[in-house]
């Protein structure tokens, strides 16, 4: 059951063990998925059983995989929330180039103010330990939220003007050629 919970071919093998439940004399799995014959051999038995036993495989797998899906869905949120505050502040979007400096210097930041935080709840069971960090990401979303308000409340923020400075050639050549271009000869 385990080896079915931790595979990373789930599906394949699911589908496999309901593709052959009804062929009687076959045992396809080999290898390091041999414990399946077993899931296998109690599905030619009672196909209700089998599939619970799926059904509780699928329910340990979602677990583990649904908390990452979600942590790195408002990590990747909280993200594009920084690089849009930074954009309204700079008046320019944020180049692609500048992006992980940007988000490495905002998560120093916030890295210190959780540690700290963490730090004054001392030995807190894990449980609780979650929470308070679970309430310290929403209180980062709200904050950046506020300043993304108060950044568009403003207007956007007028870019500077960009000068270009056309360099002077400095080869004799160069010289004459500009000259000649201005009307002066040499």
Same mark, same amino acid.
């Given at each position: 059951m385990q080896f079915l919970v931790d595979s990373s071919y789930f599906h394949h093998h699911v589908a496999k063990?309901?593709?052959?439940?009804?062929?009687?004399?076959s045992l396809p799995f080999k290898d390091d998925a041999e414990p399946l014959n077993e899931l296998l051999l109690i599905g030619r038995q009672n196909v209700?059983?089998? &599939?619970n036993l799926i059904a509780v495989a699928e329910h340990k797998r979602g677990g583990k995989n649904e908390y990452q899906r979600l942590y790195m869905a408002a990590k990747r949120k909280r993200d594009r929330k920084v690089l849009e505050l930074e954009a309204l502040m700079s008046g320019q979007?944020?180049?692609?180039?500048?992006?992980?400096?940007?988000?490495?210097?905002?998560?120093?930041?916030?890295?210190? &103010?959780?540690?700290a935080m963490l730090k004054k709840l001392g030995d807190t069971p894990w449980l609780g330990r979650n929470e308070r960090l679970k309430e310290f990401w929403e209180r980062k979303e709200v904050e950046i939220d506020?300043?993304?308000e108060e950044a568009k409340r403003r207007g956007p923020v007028k870019r500077k003007r960009v000068v270009h400075v056309e360099q002077q050639p400095k080869t004799s050549f160069g010289k004459a050629l500009v000259a000649a271009v201005r009307g002066k000869t040499t």
């Open positions: 063990l309901r593709s052959t439940v009804t062929k009687p004399r209700a059983a089998m &599939e979007p944020v180049p692609a180039a500048h992006r992980p400096a940007v988000l490495k210097q905002q998560y120093a930041v916030w890295d210190k &103010e959780r540690d506020a300043l993304i």
